[in-house]
């Protein structure tokens, strides 16, 4: 399985805005990251078409995220960025070449498509499994309680320089 590097980004952004107490411009965003604006924003507006962050308006404005973390899946963000459709395409080649097996005689799946949806469809609930919330735990676990607050700040403080 092979995701686009947006889907890191993305699920960067939604954790932290989780430390952010205003909405934080996608330029921001990018800055913390260091990494290009334009792209960012490409990210930023895939998760707001999904409905994971709203866009606020105004010279104050940016993203926040629309629900709570832990209501959000690492799934959720995957599909938001790189779409929802499987990983695997079966195409029917069990019915070519000169031993194909006639379109008729195949009544159920082949057994390599059976295998890859079921490896597509235990990814999914993995990946569903786990939530931004989970992942902030992490991360409080891994680079200690005051990194995110720190991040927090950071953010805000764009906000505080704005006004």
Known sequence: MKLSGGVEWALHCCVVLTAATDPVPAARL???????????????QALSR?????????KTGGYVLTRAAAEISVLDVVQAVDGASPAFVCTEIRQRGPFGTPPEACTKPCPIARAMA???????????????ADLVGSVERDSG?????????????AHDSAG
């Not at 309680?145 to 403080?157: E, F, K, Q, R, V």
């Open 118 to 132: 079921s490896a597509d469809a235990a990814w999914r609930e993995s990946l569903r499994a786990v939530s931004v």
């Open 30 to 44: 990018a800055q913390l990251h260091d990494v290009s604006p334009s792209y960012l924003a490409k990210q930023m």
């Open 50 to 58: 999904a409905g994971l962050v709203r866009s606020v308006q105004g």
């Open 145 to 157: 309680p005051d990194a995110l607050p720190g991040i927090g700040a950071w953010l805000d403080a």
